[in-house]
């Protein structure tokens, strides 16, 4: 499935990096999975799990820090406007595929822990 092998390419290719020595760039290593799934399966750039997978995994990698934050309040804040802005990035998107939105959803995701 999509997010399963985004998820996957992302984490390959960061820890290659690492490796290497190299400081992770998220958004390009983002760009180079998406990329890759693309040219190699190409009928999966048609699926909505591709389309969500891509738009939630920019919003984080654009909203979120790269450095560890410094403290509590600050990390929680960094993973509040991860999930806030993944569930804006991915509003078009389920919109337009379900013709609905559940306006709770980013509170049970932010109450839940996911």
Avoid: Y
């Amino acid at each position: 499935e999509p997010p399963a092998l985004r998820a996957a390419g992302v984490a390959t290719l960061t820890m290659v990096g690492v490796w290497f020595g190299r400081k992770p760039d998220p958004l390009t290593i983002l760009v180079l999975t998406l990329g890759s799934m693309a040219l190699v399966q190409p009928q999966m750039v048609e699926g909505v799990g591709f389309w969500l997978s891509a738009a939630a995994s920019w919003a984080l990698c654009s909203s979120m820090t790269t450095e560890k934050p410094p403290g509590l309040r600050s990390a929680t804040k960094d993973v509040i406007t991860g999930v806030m802005a993944a569930n804006i990035a991915t509003l078009p998107i389920i919109m337009w595929t379900f013709g609905e939105w559940s306006p709770v959803s980013p509170v049970r995701i932010c109450s839940s822990g996911r």
